[in-house]
């Protein structure tokens, strides 16, 4: 009880709720509503305004190697696994909001200019999405893309209102789930003329209401009926579950997540037979001192955070998270779709026992983890598929 009573220190407030692997749909809690400002008509304070000069493959001998595209490669576990998937010799596509500083953060670590490219990626904005998809064609003509892993994220539990993409959708919803469904929208035509071609969401146990932090630890993850994200952009929801619903940064972190992992088993139910193409989600571990928590105080983010991780057996140091999520592209254990992979355990066990019973750190095997019984839900799925599209059907 004291180490939860620890873990929701650093996450919010404690949740009393039973460990289940389905939860029926209910209304979100109430949360005072945020009023949403009215959006900009030019491009004052938009993310991106220019489109990047197209690169061409030129001098880079991508050669026989298969070719990888993997956002949100310049830092935390994308980064890790780009030099772990280059240490298997693929060709890395580094798909960045920063390509420069890709390129530095390449320097630093040693990798070789010859074994990737990067290439600019804004999240935030499907036109960006679009644009480097078009380019990505462009330095690739002849070669198919045979992977592709959604990795980027924002995570801003500490906002007290909203952000929005370019596009008008807050910030978590945007990035982490609508992006990355246009981009897997957009590559899937690439990803259908490759074989073996396998395509990675990276969710994680906080959108599975069935592990520790995704239910003990509120808020829980819940995308209720989609009303939010249906409701469409131009800054009318502030939370894809509802458009009443007030503005919450960490649940909409997790309800974010959830959708990664419902598009997962949308996209395996919709296109795995007919394509080939491998579906598959994992969660890597907590891989406590990434960027990710760039939000929490140093203290939290360097000493408590990582140590309480260790301590209740969930901690991940970045390099394993990184093999982990390059195992998934390339091994040929994970040939199967619409499979959520973990290792070490489910993080389902509580508190203390969640050492002895693996709650997802160091070390282990890989194995076929759970969804929670939202993500799994059908009609959902379908909803969620439907909506998204609704939403990014101008950039198809
Ligand atoms: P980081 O913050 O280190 O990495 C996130 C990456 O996303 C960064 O490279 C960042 O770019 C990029 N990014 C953020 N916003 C945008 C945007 N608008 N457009 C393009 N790229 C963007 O976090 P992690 O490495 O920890 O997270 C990686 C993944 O792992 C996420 O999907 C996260 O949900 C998941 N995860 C992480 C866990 C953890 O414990 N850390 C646990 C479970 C899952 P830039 O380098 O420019 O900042």
Redesign the pocket.
């Given at each position: 009880m004291a180490v939860a009573l620890l873990f929701t220190l650093g996450a919010s407030a404690f949740y009393a709720a039973p460990l289940t692997s389905s939860r029926a749909v209910r209304a979100p809690a109430p949360r005072a509503a945020v009023a949403s400002p009215a959006a900009p008509a030019d491009l004052r304070g938009k993310?991106y305004t220019k489109r990047e000069a197209p690169k061409v493959a030129g001098g880079v001998k991508v050669g026989t190697r298969r070719v990888v595209v993997i956002?949100?490669?310049?830092?935390?576990?994308?980064?890790t696994t780009t030099k772990a998937l280059i240490a298997q010799n693929y060709f890395v596509v580094a798909?960045?909001?920063?390509p420069d500083?890709?390129d530095e953060?390449a320097r630093e670590t040693g990798l070789s200019k010859n074994d990737y490219v990067a290439m600019k990626?804004?999240?935030?904005?499907l036109q960006?999405v679009k644009d480097f998809v078009a380019n990505l064609k462009l330095f690739l003509p002849a070669r198919p893309l045979s992977h592709l892993i959604?990795?980027?994220?924002?995570?801003l539990p500490t906002d007290p209102n909203p952000s929005w993409?370019d596009d008008g959708y807050e910030?978590s919803l945007?990035?982490?789930h609508l992006?990355h469904f246009l981009l897997v929208q957009l590559l899937l035509p690439e990803l259908k003329r490759a074989k073996g071609a396998r395509c990675t969401i990276?969710?994680?146990?906080?959108g599975n209401s069935n592990t520790i932090a995704g239910s003990l630890v509120k808020p829980v993850a819940d995308v209720g009926n989609l009303e939010g994200l249906r409701a469409g952009g131009g800054r009318v929801a502030t939370m894809a579950s509802s458009p009443s619903e007030g503005f919450y940064g960490a649940k909409a972190?997790k309800d974010a997540?959830a959708l990664?992992m419902m598009t997962v088993l949308e996209m395996h139910r919709r296109f795995h037979t007919s394509s080939g193409v491998v579906f598959n989600s994992m969660?890597?571990?907590?891989?406590?001192?990434?960027?990710?928590?760039?939000e929490k105080r140093a203290w939290f983010r360097d000493f408590f955070f990582p140590n309480l991780?260790k301590a209740i057996g969930a901690y991940?140091s970045?390099d394993e998270?990184g093999e982990r999520l390059a195992q998934v592209i390339y091994d040929p254990q994970c040939t199967k779709s619409g499979v959520y992979w973990s290792w070490n355990g489910s993080a389902k066990q509580f508190a203390i026992n969640a050492k002895k019973y693996g709650a997802g750190g160091a070390g282990g095997e890989i194995f076929e983890n759970e969804f929670s019984g939202m993500i799994v839900d059908e009609e959902r799925g379908r909803l969620a598929y439907e909506y998204s599209m609704e939403a990014v059907k101008d950039y198809l």
């Open positions: 993310l956002t949100g490669a310049s830092s935390g576990l994308g980064l798909a960045v909001r920063s500083k890709m953060v990626l804004e999240l935030a904005s960006s959604c990795n980027a994220a924002v995570y993409t910030m945007g990035v982490n992006g990276v969710g994680s146990v906080t972190y997540k990664n969660y890597p571990g907590c891989i406590a001192e990434t960027n990710l928590f760039r991780m991940v970045e998270a």
